[in-house]
T-cell receptor, first 113, second 114 residues
Framework: DSGVTQTPKHLITATGQRVTLRCSPR?????VYWYQQSLDQGLQFLIQ???????AKGNILERFSAQQFPDLHSELNLSSLELGDSALYFC????????????FGNGTRLTVT | DQQVKQNSPSLSVQEGRISILNCDYT??????FLWYKKYPAEGPTFLIS???IKDKNEDGRFTVFLNKSAKHLSLHIVPSQPGDSAVYFC?????????????WGLGTSLAVNP
């Protein structure tokens, strides 16, 4: 058990809808990362937060947004969903120091129909 | 353009033998490399890492070798066990401060046969 909790595990929704994915980081970790893994794709970095503030941005679409709350949990909001957004979305956390390893949750599988 | 390449999508090894997973990279600015293991229906788990100032790091049955001139690293698992069957991801990082980036390979699926 990595200590990172992601909810929900599965999500099925229709195109054009909006969903929110939730992540609780490992106790003591200040950094939260969001990744997307599509079929036959590696892990694509979306965004990172550190202690409530955005630290780094990857290939995150404008339709997607995230935030980290004072209790350090994070939410990833996906809107105007398209079929191509179907993927596994992973949250990871770390203590946030240089090269500290990431601890991943078990992911949320999003299916857009 | 894939900066981190794991050219073997899958590998099959007999229990007790050595498993060698390979990773090539193109960016000479990468200064830290990590291997993660992923079981089905779980997130990746950190396995072992190596800094670019070293050429070898060992942790129990797992050893990572780095050849900077060839821009190549490999993960050796000795002896391989059925529980090692998983997808292995190679990742590399570069940059400073808020610009630090971690780039992932597509993974190699390892099957260790009893």
């Amino acid at each position: 058990d990595s200590g990172v909790t992601q909810t929900p595990k599965h999500l099925i929704t229709a195109t054009g809808q909006r969903v929110t994915l939730r992540c609780s980081p490992r106790s003591g970790d200040l950094s939260v990362y969001w990744y997307q893994q599509s079929l036959d794709q590696g892990l694509q970095f979306l965004i990172q937060y550190y202690n409530g503030e955005e630290r780094a941005k990857g290939n995150i679409l404008e339709r997607f947004s995230a935030q980290q709350f004072p209790d350090l949990h994070s939410e990833l909001n996906l809107s105007s969903l398209e079929l191509g957004d179907s993927a596994l979305y992973f949250c990871a956390s770390s203590v946030g120091t240089f090269n500290s390893p990431l601890h991943f949750g078990n992911g949320t599988r999003l299916t857009v129909t | 353009d894939q900066q981190v390449k794991q050219n073997s999508p899958s590998l099959s090894v007999q229990e007790g033998r050595i498993s060698i997973l390979n990773c090539d990279y193109t960016n000479s600015m990468f200064d830290y490399f990590l291997w993660y293991k992923k079981y089905p229906a779980e997130g990746p788990t950190f396995l072992i890492s190596i800094s670019s100032i070293k050429d070898k790091n060992e942790d129990g049955r797992f050893t990572v070798f780095l050849n900077k001139s060839a821009k190549h690293l490999s993960l050796h698992i000795v002896p391989s066990q059925p529980g090692d069957s998983a997808v292995y991801f190679c990742a590399a990082s570069e940059g400073a401060g808020n610009n630090r980036k971690l780039i992932w390979g597509l993974g190699t699926s390892l099957a260790v046969n009893p």
